[in-house]
């Protein structure tokens, strides 16, 4: 069974930094159909999209929201990707999730197969 759990949520000031981490079991990073997503939602708002990572060439995207101020990254080795988040917002506060599919680079969540249970992630003063 495909595992993904999530790490490293918690309560920042605006400007700080976290890093979350998604370990993925059942998956090899070597495979290079396998993309890694981070996505997030916000309360009342649609979960979207915002760093994604092709773990096996290394190849990695961002939204325009967090361009800039996050850092997406895989260890092949431990099968794990990571979430590095700087200069965070209040508008940032939202509960974090990371997704795994194969099959290519997707923003859109439903093209997404197996997820974590979700970090959350709160910026206020």
């Known amino acids: 069974e495909v595992q993904l759990v999530e790490s490293g949520g918690g309560l920042v000031e605006p400007g700080g930094s976290l890093i979350l981490s998604c370990g993925v079991s059942r998956f090899t990073f070597d495979d290079e159909n396998l993309v890694i997503g981070w996505f997030r939602q916000a309360p009342g708002k649609e979960r979207e999209g915002i760093s994604w990572i092709s773990p096996s060439v290394g190849s990695t995207y961002y939204a325009d929201p967090v361009k800039g101020r996050f850092t997406i990254s895989s260890d092949n080795a431990k099968n794990t990707a990571y979430l590095q988040m700087n200069n965070l917002k209040p508008e940032d506060t939202a509960v974090y999730y990371c997704?795994?599919?194969?099959?290519?680079?997707?923003?859109?969540?439903?093209?997404?197969?197996?997820w974590g249970q979700g970090t959350q992630v709160t910026v206020t003063s």
């Open positions: 997704a795994a599919r194969t099959g290519g680079i997707s923003g859109y969540p439903d093209e997404y197969h197996y």
